[in-house]
């Protein structure tokens, strides 16, 4: 038996392969079983195809096997830290945030003697100074200053964060001055600074620290409308960065005002105004927000309320023609002169303000326009625009009546007509 060839164990049907000699060894029945000494018993090669791949098969598993954690922690983190900055986005918005921080209203708040702090928090909710009386004292309790708040009269808004609100009861400053402040259609960023002096709120040294905000590319950078403007517009040439978006209205500040806090206060406001509505219609016009703005500016020095949308139509159409828009509005920003008839010298002026030069809009807005005038920019008066009224002049200096025109010849005899009265 230990002699049989090795071919002997092989079958018809196997493959033909290379074996080490045969050994037999006999068990106690006395019967001998073969052995390949160089691997056991001979398998086909589908069977050794199929080792091969459980073999890759379970080097993959293995891999699987100690990436798989990996995966699902990373997994589970990313979904907790998602989930946690959801939650701490809905906490901070709902109870921590300013109940308006467009609000530019100011209430006066009386806090008696011996007020608690749970008493205190009643009255600022009732007066909608802030969102949640609980997290108000929380707040309090955890920075400490429940036994500071102090008794007085207070002016606060609901544009106040909730540590502006503590510091304020807490230092005391009930007498705090609160002077009342009126910015009205058409101011330049100068004229601004010039009132908040005159009203008392700004001496020499912050009124050019308000002038050097004005300029700061970086100081208000995170204003929806100002990043727009740092990123889509020409700001080399500019007088002001944020000439035209210190919206004009009647403010409360206190008598110790930061400038950097006026300027905040005078961009929220006009954030509050330029809606969406606005924007959307500014892109349906083809044009950006600070163009929107730029040509509102010089509409709103232009005429008077009652003429906006015609002058605005007169401009549009000049836009769309490809023509100079030959506006005096911006020789007066440019010469500081406001008149009605401007020399060939001063018409020259290389300026990138001046609409005697340049074709299209200026550089920038030229002053601060109210809403009305914004809305002109938006929305021009349709039947000048298909018109094609292209001109226009002033009748009488005293009423601030126009004279319009869509030929130049006509232009020509309104101005002959009226310009005695200039």
Known sequence: MANRKRNDFL?????????????????????????????????????????????????????????????????????????GSAFFRYIEENYFAPVSADSTEVKEIEIKNGSSLSAIASLLYEQGIIRNKFVFQMYVDFNDKASSLQAGKYKLSPGMTMEQIMNILSEGDGGRKVIKVTFTEGMTVEDIAAKLVSAGCFDDAKRDEFLKLCNDRNAFADNKYIKSLLETAQLDGRKYLLEGYLFPDTYEFYADALPKDVVTKLLRRFDAVFTMQYEARAEELGLTVDQVITLASIIEWEALPKDYKKVSAVFHNRLDADMRLDSCATLRYVTGLKKFVYTAEEQAIDSPYNTYKVTGLPIGPIATPGQKAIEAALYPDEEFMNEGYLYFCNKDPETGDLAFAKALKEHEANVAMYSPLW
Not at 15 to 38: C, Q, W, Y
Not at 73 to 81: K, R
């Open 11 to 83: 079958s018809d049907n196997d493959e033909t392969r290379t074996f080490a000699p045969v050994s037999g060894i006999s068990n106690a029945d006395g019967e001998t079983r073969a052995f390949l000494i160089n691997g056991g018993p001979k398998e086909p090669l589908e069977k050794c195809e199929e080792r091969g791949a459980l073999r890759e098969y379970s080097t993959g598993y293995m891999v699987w096997r100690v990436l798989r954690p990996v995966l699902v922690l990373a997994i589970s983190l990313g979904l907790v830290f998602l989930l």
